[in-house]
């Protein structure tokens, strides 16, 4: 997401004034416009720079590029208080030797380094809180994805090699460095068939039915979450988001999130996870089907041209998607060619119809229950389709 204008004011704002910020913001976020401006006459008093800062949180909130996919708050956290990422190259984490930033989020960002002692040549990924980041609620949630990662071990997830405490005090964790492409990017710089695309779709349906039989929802399945390497081989990335089914197998209670910032993707979130509802396997179901309708056609089943709340949850709790195959039929002509690089003799519509239609729109059912009921049971339909 392109980073709100009005974050910049807040680079130079000390760490007593941010919290206070952020702690008026996350409430306003809650309220109805009504309610919000009694809360901001009352919360901010005589202060017209409080009030002003706030306001310009709430409104680049709403006018957000990518709602929710990372809220304004965590933006304006990331430019406060990890504005500095360069001045990181060179120095030493653990064992490692930073090379460069490889991604950025709101609370953390992952870096590529190299053991830095003389044992053997390892590169690796290393997820580290930004300076200054140090609230509970991320450490907490930081340390919550880094247990989730020591319990998953499976071929196609990126694997946790490492952690500890940096000598600032703050922890990081070590991942296995993936080289690779996004899968749609994958799938179409390799010009890969119908066949082939599934092939590698049930690679990454085995990945999600591993980490639901241990009992993790990823919460966050998209295009950028899954590589693909050279060889061919997904990997399924980042569960910064995840939710435990039981979280009694971790000793940290993770903090309940503010329903206005619920952490999610929208173009790949389920209705459940729009309307704020209880989040099961079947969220990531969902997204699996919308992962693969993509695959399939080149375009996502909805187009969210608003970034409003309420014009995000009708389209996806109330419109039906297009069929796969139709979706592809009315790809334009253009310069004698079809639009849709898809359609360079790789993909074609008649192949869609039938299994793959009723495959992916299953999977994609606005009901939870009617949805397929695990990652394994989508992963053999496809399968059964492949064999005839």
Known sequence: MALPRAT????????ARWKKIDGIFKTALELSPAECAAFLEKACASDKELRHEVEMLIKSDAEASSFLDAPAIE?????LKNNDVASLAGQTIGS???????GHGGMATVYLAMRADDQYSQHVAIKLIGRGMNTRDILTRFRHERQILANLEHPNIARLLDGGTATDGLPYFVMEY???QPIDQYCNTKKSTIVER???????CAAVHYAHQNLVIHRDIKPGNILVTAEGTSKLLDFGIAKLLNPELTAQTIPMTAPA????????ASPEQVRGQQITTASDIYSLGVLLYELLTGQRPYHLKSTSPLE??????????ERPSESIEEVPLRNGELKNTLQLNLLNPK??????????????????????????????????????
Do not use: W
Not at 261 to 268: A, C, K, L
Not at 367 to 380: G, I, K, L, M, V
């Open 351 to 388: 192949l869609l119809r039938g299994d793959l239609d009723n495959i992916v729109l299953k999977a994609m059912r606005k009901e939870p229950d009617r949805r397929y009921a695990s990652a394994e049971q989508f992963s053999e339909d496809i399968r059964r389709h492949l064999e005839g």
């Open 96 to 102: 490692y030797k930073i090379i460069r930033e490889i």
């Open 75 to 79: 933006s304006a956290a990331s430019l």
């Open 198 to 204: 599934l092939k590698l779709f049930r690679t990454v």
């Open 178 to 180: 993936i080289e690779g």
């Open 8 to 15: 910049e004011r807040l680079r130079m704002i000390d760490q």
């Open 312 to 321: 995000i949850e009708r389209i996806i709790c109330e419109q039906e998607p």
């Open 261 to 268: 910032i619920r952490p999610m993707t929208p173009d790949y």
